[in-house]
């Protein structure tokens, strides 16, 4: 039977130091004119990484309208006030400079401005959207794990109802993702570790997806092997430029990768915990990486041993699916130690939450995706590891 998939990287790439003062010249290829709407949060503003954006926006003709009202997990109230923003200002051209949440409003800002209705109306495929993104989208990531710079959907949180929710469009990504190293200098190691463990997530989920194909594999597979071989040495040293261009690489890879393939158990768990004890995503995805490893070992034995491998641990040849998995989930556990990923403990999540947090992550359409899907035992087995 021949192989039939789909692939889409939806982004036209610039990559390298500088960059980012190229944006002007490249909006004059979309938009010849106007008001372009610049999304970022306070403090982008207050550090000033903007101000070469802005600049290189000028000198090419555009006025700059700046929305700095980006908040974590990209609440659907800030999109809503976005969207308002934009027509008001009657803009050509949308730049976004931020994490996940900044790139992920500025989507929902840019499809709903051609779009009737609320943003949450097209959630979950409640609905599809009628019109195409028209303005021209360009995003400058300032973490090297968010990978939505190369995807056509976001994630949205719906504060009353304690929940995100998930967007897509076939067009919905953006048009130009400048990834230039300057962005992520000053990122403390952290954030630093935390943003690049959700990339890895990203690789690792598609990796092991239960529909993969040549281009999504070896997309993702590469961004594994720069994450685990760079993500020590830039937390080591957070001077070392090197280490972050290759982990900001990867990050855009691991995006590129699961765009149309997809993602699973370890996103919808993380998704879960995140909206219900308000914990940031990169954090709640890298607390269940060693969970994605456990779960999907009996099924695929051979891409959990390449994974291993690619940690640099060497595997015996007669081992079980099942004890494949834990070799390789306790490496990814003490991956986390090394770079001071917390216990739920520590984070002073209440372990009464399981039976919520249970039910989100089984109704997440995320998880359909695996080989393995979640049941409520193992999650709860999990659970009682991360106390």
Known sequence: MSKQFIFSAPSYVVFGDGARMQTGAHMRKWAKSG???????????????????????????????VFDKVEPEAPVEIVRQ???????????????????????????VALMLENDGDIIDYCHAQESFQNRRRVPLFVLPTTCGTGSEMTDGGVIFDREAQYKWGFWDAFGGPDLA???????????????ASTSLDALAHAIECYTNKAPNPMSDAMSREAIRLILQNLPTAYADPDNTEARENLFAASTMAGMAFNRTGIHVGHSA???????????????????????????APALPDRIREIGEMAGLTLPDDVSGPVLGTLVGDAFRQLNASLCIPSLAELDVD???????????????FQNSAPVPSTVENLRAYWDSLF
Do not use: W
Not at 179 to 192: A, C, F, G, H, N
Not at 276 to 296: N, R, S
């Open 35 to 65: 008001t372009v709407m610049l999304i970022c949060d306070k403090t982008i503003v207050q550090l000033g990484m903007d101000d070469a954006v802005i600049t290189s926006l000028e000198e090419a003709g555009f006025s700059v309208a």
């Open 178 to 192: 400048i990834i230039d190293v300057y962005m992520i200098k000053r990122m403390p190691t952290k954030l630093l």
């Open 270 to 296: 993380g998704q879960a915990l995140g909206a219900l004890a308000h914990l940031p995503h990169g954090l709640t995805c890298a607390l269940f990486l060693p969970y994605v490893i456990e779960t999907q």
């Open 351 to 365: 372990y009464a939450l399981f039976d919520k947090f249970a039910e989100y992550t089984m109704n997440e359409p």
């Open 82 to 108: 976005g969207v308002t923003f934009a027509r008001e200002a009657g803009i050509s051209g949308i730049v976004v400079i931020g994490g996940g949440s900044a790139i992920d409003i500025g989507k929902a």
